[in-house]
């Protein structure tokens, strides 16, 4: 199988665990960049960096940034990630539990002081995190400002107030991955290329 793949034009729009084959996908740096100048930029000094899978690459990515950033800032980031204890269960292999994220809010609830700012690593963890943080009396938007990532519209529309988040653009990582495949049929004997789509940040709705 990997013989075949090595022979032919791949792209893969994931981060690669091979050698061969072309990459187009977002800089999951700068998204974690983008979140953490966002929550410095309207005040907050002590964050916190939420990652219910810990073997995702992305995720890693994107908070290694965010701590880094912050850090830099003077700042301080707490990193809540699932699986530091090696009892629990892997989300990656065996699903991402709403027990997960609620073990991991209980963990942002017992820090003193509680950080005002939160990074969250995707739309869908938003989703969870907001109904615990609420079934908890912490009023996101109000008591912790949230920077979410995937600037998915079905699910930020379940989320009041809607939070800040970073578009990765996946229309835009498509087209230019298929873009790549036709030029690597052409240019077979190029150097392996790695195309990174940056992402922007996306603000909530003002207040009315």
């Not at 187009?24 to 930029?41: C, D, F, Q, T, W």
């Not at 940034?65 to 204890?85: D, K, W, Y």
């Not at 690593?121 to 109000?142: F, W």
Request: with cysteine; charged share 25%.
């Amino acid at each position: 199988m990997q013989r075949h793949l090595r022979s032919a034009p791949l792209v893969w729009m994931q981060d690669a665990v091979f050698d061969y084959g072309d990459e187009v996908l977002p800089n999951h740096e700068i998204s974690g960049r983008l979140a953490a100048a966002y929550l410095l930029e309207k005040g907050h000094t002590h964050l916190a960096y939420l990652n219910p899978i810990r073997a995702h690459l992305a995720f890693h990515l994107r908070g290694q940034t965010f701590q880094s950033v912050v850090q830099s800032a003077g700042g301080r980031a707490e990193m809540l990630i699932a699986g530091s204890n090696p009892a629990e269960p892997d989300p990656l292999t065996d699903g991402l539990h709403m027990q997960t994220i609620s073990r991991l809010i209980d963990a942002f609830c017992r820090l003193s002081p509680r950080p005002t700012g939160l990074y969250v690593p995707e739309d869908l963890v938003a989703v969870s995190v907001y109904h615990e943080l609420n079934q908890r009396g912490i009023r996101p938007g109000t008591d912790v400002d949230i920077v979410s990532c995937n600037n998915e519209r079905p699910l930020l529309d379940l989320l009041h107030p809607r939070p800040a988040t970073v578009d990765l653009f996946p229309e835009v990582v498509g087209r230019r991955a298929v873009e790549q495949l036709f030029w690597r049929r052409k240019n077979p004997d190029a150097p392996r290329s790695r195309i990174l789509i940056e992402p922007q940040l996306v603000y909530p709705a003002k207040k009315e």
